[in-house]
Each structure stands twice: as C-alpha cells, then as structure tokens.
C-alpha cells in the first residue's frame, strides 16, 4: 500500500554535474522507499541554458521565437535522460518524459507560456507500474503541436502544475538554499528562516528581487492551494512552507 504522490523538483545547481545527480538520486530513492509514488521535475544541468542563449546569439540577436523555445527546451532533455539512467543504474525503474510526452498543454506565448492543461494518464499509468517518473521542467507544447518554453522559474511552475494535476500529497522544490529568509543570508548572516511563510508574501518577496521562488509558480500554488516545501538539496533540514 502506497502512502501517496510526492513531487520532486530540482534545480539546475542541484543536477550541475555527476556527482550531484547522484545526490539528487539519493534524495529521490529516500521518498520511493517510504512507499510513496515519486514524480521529478527538473531543469536544464548548470549554466546550460545560459550557454545555449549564448549560441543562439551567435546565430541571431532577434531569434525567431518559436524556434527560440526549441532550442531552449533541449537542456532539460538532457537532464532527464541522464537521471533516469542513473536511477536504472542504481536498480530503480524509471522513465523520462519531456513536456509534450506528458503533454503539458501551453498557450501560443512563445518564451513565457502559461499551462492551460496536463494530461496525467501517462504519468499516473507508469506510477501504477511503480516506476519513478522524471519531467522536464519548464516547458510544454500547445494543441496545433509546437513546443514552448515557460519562461523563468518554469521548472518550479512545471512542479506546481503537476502537483495540482496529480493531487499530489507533497511538493518539494529543492535549491541550493535550505528555505526562505527575511534577507539573503549571504549577505547578512542574521538573517532569519522561515519555518512556513504565506502565499501573498512570499509572491510580494518574489517581486522585490528575491529569488528562491518567481512570482508566476507561487501564484499557480495559491490558485490550486498547493503547499510548497523548499528545501536544500545539499542541507538536512526541514526548509520552509509556503502555504
């Protein structure tokens, strides 16, 4: 008897490199071997995205947009094939699905689409077969078949998504933070944690700079009243909700 439907998402310094696609491995085993069915979002490995606007600038400095969003959308892709061979590897079923393999159904805004609707049976169907199911964050496709990215912070809206779709019992968005602050604690070291901080606040922090979470996901959560569990990836603690 399974306990419930947890999603994972995983930044892009948390999956940079191999040893931290291991450690985000370890993260992903811990929630399959408490019985729960295991769903990860992930973004593009590093500096990927930055790189592949860099080459696209070589190219052009007025790309055109759809095809922006094509070349954008490969990082991720990247990301989810090597974790679901490194959980094969480790013996633990899994199986990767880009955006439009789920499909997260987008509107037509190239560069900064909004889901409008996920289909869940692929995914609920490989949860029955108990495997661990790998996203790619951040982007989708719409109905005439074109792929789009969300724009930034998509792989967290792509977490959030989810989670409302699934139901999901957990949603954890794991950074290189260990949860949300008053101040950047890097630039002040007194700066104090959150144990659990409000939608309408932490959306008001997102648009004043800070950077933990991006306005459009925290207002998706608030929509579909899905609490959000920031946590570190390189930290044990129990990081800061979002509710």
Known sequence: ??????????????????????????????????????????????????????????????????????????GEQITISKLAMYLKKLGYDAISYTGWQVPIITDNIYGNANIIDINTDNILKQLENDKIVVVAGFQGITKLGDITTLGRGGSDTTAVALAAYL?????????????????DPNINPKAMKYNTISYDKMIEMAKNGAKVLHTKCVEMAKKYNVPIIVKSTFVENDGTIVK
């Open 1 to 74: 008897m399974y306990m419930g439907i947890v999603v994972q998402k995983f930044g892009g310094t948390s999956v940079a490199d191999k040893d931290k696609l291991l450690n985000v491995c370890n993260h992903i085993i811990k929630e399959y071997n408490s019985n729960n069915k295991v769903v990860v979002v992930v973004s593009a490995q590093g500096k990927t995205t930055d790189m592949l606007v860099q080459e696209e600038k070589e190219i052009s400095e007025n790309p055109d947009k759809r095809e922006h969003d094509v070349l954008l959308s490969t």
């Open 167 to 183: 139901k999901a019992d957990k949603l954890y968005i794991y950074t290189d933070v260990d949860g949300v602050y008053t101040e």
